[in-house]
């Protein structure tokens, strides 16, 4: 807060905002001309305007629009200087309200001497909630993406009352611009403390930082409360270790069991292709007869994204895999051949408004699984077939840049993704032929 003279010889007061209201769209500083070039004047002045001034910016709290205290402050200062132009005393001027009115008209027009902000909209999270949400499925994302999306970021507005000490009762809404980056600490460290693993605590950061990204382009905010918020040092265990995948032991006695012999024909061979090809549960799931192909003269399984309602998780998810020997010697291409009048080579469906395709499955799985004795949470998954065939490649020491091929992952070598091309399907095969998990 301080007086300073323009180059036309006027003296202003001026007074520059906390950052904490600045975060949230507020002007940088308030300056009022105090229509004199008399300093013995101006100084005069100046102790009814800045005392004026900081009692309205002291009234500002989370129910304060920015239009609202811009409108005031122009209102109140005119009513000050109408004063000066009299000649009369600016503290006869000087109002005794301190709360800033809040009113449905437009924003006028401002003089150029008083305070000067681009105008913020109020938006309360919920609300802007429902646009990201909308936003979100204007674009090519998947509902399961979205849908995720949306509750890990309705986890953070739901606990916010709690965070900011505020009770869940309250009519007032918070809106985006109430966020400041301590609420988000207080968010990050009450995630740590209910139990999540520290893969699902990211994800429900980085769900939240998507949020305020885009509440940030949308100009709902000044900038992203999440932006150096991290969720803290990584847990202290080897990355490979972090994938659980199917020891020999559970292996056989998942396939030798009778319980799996007794199955449907669909669930032993999406069981299997994920096992020997890499495939995820859904891309296995989805399949058409059509996608069994002959290419190069290797039979071929190709992933991709060309039926009704079939989805992959990426781009580089589109691929083919060679199909392995055990696979045809167990009759997987004569089955192939039993379903070519069907759209979908397995009956399963996607099921829900994701669309998921491998629900039923997991669930077929966890089912049998419990039959044959495996605990509950002490058990592989279904992705676990996939991670074993990711580790038995690895075990076989087949480069890195092939096992991502197979499996659809971003190439891990940037000379080999700029420049390099896929590899045919008669040199994957003799890598899928050096599996053998001998049950």
């Not at 995720?148 to 970021?153: A, E, H, I, S, Y």
């Amino acid at each position: 807060m301080y007086l300073y003279r323009a180059p036309n010889n006027v003296y202003f007061t001026r007074i520059c905002l906390a950052k904490s209201l600045r975060d949230k769209g507020f002007p940088f500083d308030v300056k009022v001309s105090l229509l004199t070039s008399d300093r013995a004047e101006a100084v005069i002045r100046n102790i009814d305007v800045a005392g004026t001034l900081k009692r309205i910016i002291n009234s500002i709290d989370h129910t304060t629009r920015i239009n609202d205290f811009i409108r005031y402050v122009d209102e109140v200062i005119n009513e000050i200087r109408t004063e000066f132009d009299k000649g009369n005393p600016a503290s006869s001027a000087s109002p005794k309200r301190i709360n800033i009115p809040i009113r449905e008209t437009k924003l006028y027009e401002h003089r150029e001497t008083t305070a000067v902000a681009q105008a913020m909209p109020v938006i309360p999270l919920d609300d802007a909630l429902s646009e990201f949400v909308d936003s979100k499925q204007k674009t090519d994302m998947r509902p399961l993406s979205i849908k995720q999306l949306k509750q890990r970021t309705l986890h953070f507005i739901n606990m916010m009352p709690e965070i900011a000490n505020r009770s869940s009762k309250s009519t007032q809404r918070i809106c985006v611009n109430d966020i400041c980056t301590g609420d988000a600490m207080k968010y990050r460290d009450a995630l740590l403390t209910q139990g999540r693993s520290y893969k699902s605590n990211k994800e429900y950061m980085a769900a939240v930082f998507q949020f305020f990204k885009w509440c940030q382009l949308m100009n709902y905010c000044s900038q992203n409360p999440f932006e150096n918020v991290s969720i803290g040092q990584k847990p202290k265990v080897k990355v490979n270790q972090a994938r659980e995948r199917w020891s020999h032991t559970e292996l056989r006695k998942l396939f030798t069991s009778p319980h799996f012999n007794e199955a449907k024909a669909d669930f032993k061979w999406v069981s299997q292709l994920m096992l020997y090809a890499g495939l995820r549960p859904s891309e296995a799931c989805q399949l058409k007869p059509t996608d069994i192909q002959v290419i190069e003269g290797v039979q071929c399984i190709c992933i991709n994204d060309s039926g009704k309602k079939q989805r992959l998780k990426n781009l580089n998810a589109k691929r083919i895999v060679p199909i392995h020997s055990a696979l045809i010697a167990q009759g997987f291409l004569t089955f192939v051949e039993e379903r070519k009048q069907h759209v979908q080579l397995f009956t399963y469906q996607p099921v829900g408004s994701n669309d998921d395709w491998s629900k039923t499955y997991c669930r077929q799985l966890a089912q049998l699984q419990t039959q044959i004795g495996m605990k509950a949470n002490q058990r592989p998954t279904s992705y676990g077939f996939r991670h074993t065939f990711v580790d038995v490649m690895k075990q076989l020491d087949v480069s890195e840049h092939i096992v991502a091929q197979m499996v659809g992952h971003s190439n891990p070598n940037i000379t080999y993704s700029r420049y390099g091309k896929d590899i045919n399907a008669k040199a994957l095969v003799k890598y899928i032929a050096k599996i053998n998990y001998e049950f």
